[in-house]
């Protein structure tokens, strides 16, 4: 008897002592657009918030960028869909039918809202008729990347870094800029040398450039201003620039062109490579240029703008409304929301800008460099920084939450397609895009 009860009293001290992960723990689904650089800053963050909260468990569904939106419109229609994403607006159906209003969360736990810039809280992956449904990550705005060797050898000023600087930096000074650099350096009747690169991330913007929204309405009530941009005129000329760039001017290559030269110098694009001296892009690729180029780069502001705006995309991270484990998906989404994770965890990962105020002339500076693993130390990010404190969120066709957003989104991409192949003119692109939205809403 007193064997049996020594033996029960092992028993009950040593279970007492065992830890058994798969009891007492919360484990949350997150889905996002991957790639080995975003997994592996992921996971160290995950390992991170672990040790903060190990009674929380973070399960990462990794999946490739190019296969995001389908694997978040299948688990969806599954009626699983992860307990975090940040891109729920990919979804048929809509980001304001999917993602959980966060404001009760927010005023329960205090979240000081007040270091976001302003358009960050507007932009359409944030907020929805007055609720915000995703935490701010990161601000993406747009320049113009330029080789500072290309334009030293051929005697051509830097391009401003001032934004909204009429008449000085307008398309048609970027086109002339181009056209000098557009050259058959080897008298083969071809073109090698390009002068632009970068229109697949500039195309949507249309009317953005004109300080104006898509859409008058608030961001994501497409449905009810849907005819704002259809007859604006600016929009229309607009692509029928960006066409004329490719088959009238020639200082950007056709798909066809394109394709010969990636065979021809197995270069990923031509700025890269030292064949186009200057690039269209974002913010993200301050680190990427920065780490693979050969040569020093500058950045100018975008040229064109007719008041003081520019382009702005806004990242976020929502919550799905079904989702089975609120309180651990929040606790995760606050944590890597917060000033200091953004910076070790988006900024790193993403590179974008930060969407806190305090963060800006940080993010500037070369003190970011030793987080961002910038090597080419603060390339012009300055000019970025201006770019997003004035900002108009999203102004361009295809970012909103709107429900039939997924559907917009792939008109508009076919369209450029056959904006790029000169199958459609600008005016054609705007005509069928209105006569394909307006049977999506019909719908």
């Not at 600016?234 to 692509?239: D, E, G, I, M, R």
Request: proline content about 6%; glycine content about 8%.
């Amino acid at each position: 008897m007193k064997k049996l009860t020594l033996l029960t009293i092992c028993l009950a001290i040593m279970t007492a002592f065992v830890w058994v992960p798969s009891f007492g723990q919360t484990e949350f689904t997150i889905v996002q657009s991957d790639s080995p650089h975003r997994i592996a800053v992921l996971q160290a963050s995950i390992k991170k918030f672990e040790q903060l909260n190990p009674n929380i468990r973070v399960k990462h569904i990794p999946t490739p960028g190019g296969q995001l939106r389908d694997r978040l419109n299948t688990l969806t229609a599954a009626g699983t869909p992860p307990d975090v994403t940040s891109h729920f607006y990919y979804v048929s159906g809509g980001m304001d039918r999917l993602a959980l209003p966060l404001d009760s969360l927010i005023a329960r736990d205090n979240v000081d809202m007040s270091d976001f810039f302003p358009q960050a809280l507007e932009a359409a992956a944030v907020s929805y008729k007055g609720s915000i449904l995703g935490m701010p990550t990161n601000l993406n705005t747009y320049g113009v990347f330029y080789n500072k060797e290309m334009f030293a050898e051929a005697g051509i000023a830097f391009p401003t870094s001032e934004w909204f600087h009429p008449p000085a930096w307008t398309w048609d000074h970027l086109l002339e800029i181009a056209l000098k650099f557009t050259k058959d350096t080897n008298g083969d009747g071809k073109i090698e040398q390009w002068g632009l690169e970068g229109l697949d991330e500039i195309w949507y913007f249309g009317a953005g450039f004109y300080g104006e929204r898509h859409f008058r309405s608030e961001p994501g009530n497409l449905a009810e201003s849907v005819e704002y941009i259809w007859t604006n005129e600016n929009a229309v000329a607009w692509y029928q620039f960006l066409q004329d760039l490719i088959y009238k001017h020639k200082v950007v290559p056709s798909k066809a062109e394109r394709s010969s030269l990636r065979m021809s110098f197995g270069l990923p694009n031509l700025f890269t490579g030292g064949k186009a001296p200057m690039i269209l892009s974002g913010s993200w690729s301050t680190r990427g240029f920065a780490g693979d180029l050969k040569f020093p780069i500058g950045i100018a502001s975008l040229p064109g703008m007719k008041k003081q705006t520019t382009i702005m995309f806004v990242d976020s991270l929502q919550i799905a409304k079904t989702s089975k484990n609120v309180d651990a998906a929040w606790e995760w989404v606050k944590w890597i929301t917060s000033p200091e994770q953004i910076k070790t965890h988006f900024v790193r990962g993403d590179f974008g800008l930060p969407p806190y105020k305090s963060l800006a002339s940080w993010y500037a500076s070369s003190d970011a460099d030793e987080i961002t693993g910038y090597n080419n130390p603060s390339p012009g990010r300055e000019v970025l920084v201006r770019g997003g404190a004035f900002g108009t969120p999203d102004t361009n066709i295809i970012v909103g939450v709107g429900r039939r957003s997924a559907e917009i989104r792939q008109a508009a991409g076919e369209l450029r397609d056959a904006l790029w192949l000169r199958n459609i003119s600008g005016r054609e692109f705007i005509q069928q895009f209105k006569e394909r939205t307006d049977k999506i809403f019909q719908q």
